[in-house]
């Protein structure tokens, strides 16, 4: 972007660059040089919104573990229609699929990050921790309506599918296997499910 242009929402631009630089390099090559030149700003423009670098991947952290838990808070809401699996399955489509990757690799690649976002976001609102917990919600809820066996536990099934989440966001990032993946890996939890409510 050209010196003296007004960059609209400078933080927003600046944390799709993250992603960008994420997916595209890896988090090891994260830095705020690296930001900055692939968000096409000087490099003042991050430190002028941030106290530092770190401060900044805080900030990316927190505003992408709010947009997740909004992606799937209607989950639950979902129960007793279409079926099990195909809701599950389309958590995949209701995540951005490069912020699902982005925020996997960076708290992976920087684990403190979680401390600092539930710091601000309260324990347990960190990356994938609301989606599990949507997930758990809404299999609860499938489970009132005889569409989950009784004798299932909802939040070990949640990990379940939040680990395959987090194995794909790792291992196929925004490529288009993961949709697939998730469905099959999906499709075998829920095998032999009801697929009506009872």
Do not use: C, K
């Amino acid at each position: 972007m050209p010196r003296g242009v007004a960059t609209p929402e400078p933080r927003q631009h600046l944390f799709a660059a993250v992603e960008r630089v994420i997916v595209g390099e890896g988090p090891s090559r994260l830095t705020s040089r690296a930001v900055t030149r692939e968000a096409g700003v000087a490099t003042g423009l991050l430190f002028t919104h941030f106290t530092n670098f770190d401060d900044f991947l805080v900030g990316y952290a927190v505003d992408r573990s709010f947009q997740l838990a909004s992606a799937v808070a209607g989950l639950t809401a979902r129960a007793g229609t279409a079926t099990v699996t195909e809701n599950l399955s389309e958590i995949g489509q209701v995540l951005p699929p490069i912020t699902l990757v982005t925020m996997t690799r960076l708290m992976a690649y920087r684990p403190g990050i979680t401390a600092d976002v539930e710091a601000v976001l309260g324990p347990g609102n960190a990356g994938l921790q609301p989606v599990e917990r949507a997930i758990a919600g809404y299999l609860a809820a499938e489970q009132q309506l005889g569409r989950v066996p009784a004798s299932a536990d909802p939040e070990a099934l949640a990990l379940v599918v939040t680990g395959v989440l987090h194995h794909l966001a790792l291992t196929d990032g925004t490529g288009p296997l993961a949709a697939g993946r998730l469905h099959r890996a999906i499709a075998a939890l829920t095998d032999g499910f009801p697929t009506v409510a009872q």
